[in-house]
């Protein structure tokens, strides 16, 4: 995604903001920091389930910004 948004930059395009989903992976991602920071003594389950939840995470929000790329592709070719 951030090579896409280079290239996207060099060629005058931009993205105009970040989308729902990316905002959700984003705090997850930062939920999931402040749990470890916080929690010192977590179990491996728990450590495994919340680096699990946030691959799916970022996995779906990888593939939620393929398609707005996609049109954004489009449009500089028309």
Same mark, same amino acid.
């Given at each position: 995604?951030?090579?896409?948004?280079?290239?996207?930059? =060099?060629?005058?395009?931009? !993205?105009?903001?970040?989308?729902?989903?990316?905002?959700? @992976?984003?705090?997850?991602?930062?939920?999931?920091?402040?749990?470890?920071?916080?929690?010192? #003594?977590?179990? #491996?389950? %728990?450590?495994?389930? %919340? @680096?699990?939840? @946030?691959?799916?995470?970022?996995? %779906?929000?990888?593939?939620?910004?393929?398609?707005?790329?996609? $049109?954004? $592709? =489009?449009? !500089?070719?028309?």
């Amino acid at each position: 995604m951030g090579i896409m948004g280079i290239l996207f930059l =060099r060629r005058g395009k931009m !993205l105009n903001g970040a989308m729902w989903f990316g905002k959700v @992976c984003a705090a997850l991602i930062f939920a999931a920091l402040l749990i470890f920071v916080t929690v010192t #003594d977590m179990s #491996d389950f %728990f450590v495994n389930l %919340f @680096c699990g939840m @946030c691959i799916v995470m970022m996995l %779906f929000t990888m593939a939620m910004y393929v398609p707005v790329f996609m $049109k954004m $592709k =489009r449009e !500089l070719t028309n």
